[in-house]
């Protein structure tokens, strides 16, 4: 159960990290592509300096999950896994809620169950 959830959890800082790049760097390009719908195609310039500061945060929750994976003692890495999956299951329900459904299941619902499964390992 403990190698599942750092499956998991290091799945979840690619994923950020994945999001940190194209906020930050790829938000006129890919951005469009991946966030087509969200908004009309001419705001993507107009928002680039946003969309970066949200990849920055982004960046900071992967960087959490990261660190929680790296630290050797298994009660204070569950605790380190923990606040950040918390903070990626609220940001992804959130998400939904004022953005986009779909937040939900990229975003949240996957920190849920490895917030689930790191609870379950009870070191």
Known sequence: MIFL????????????LYILWIEMFAWTSV???VFRGAMPPNMF???RVLAANQGLYNGFLAAGLIWSLLIPNPIWSQNV?????????IAGIYGSLTAAKSIFFVQALPAII???????NNN
């Not at 959830?5 to 950020?16: C, D, G, N, R």
């Not at 896994?81 to 903070?87: E, I, R």
């Not at 490895?114 to 379950?120: E, K, N, S």
Request: proline share 0%; hydrophobic share 70%.
């Open 81 to 89: 896994a923990t606040f950040f999956l918390a903070c990626v299951a």
């Open 114 to 120: 490895a917030l689930i499964i790191v609870l379950m």
């Open 45 to 47: 310039e107009a928002t």
């Open 5 to 16: 959830s750092k499956i998991i959890i290091a799945l979840i800082a690619l994923e950020h």
């Open 31 to 33: 951005g469009k592509k």
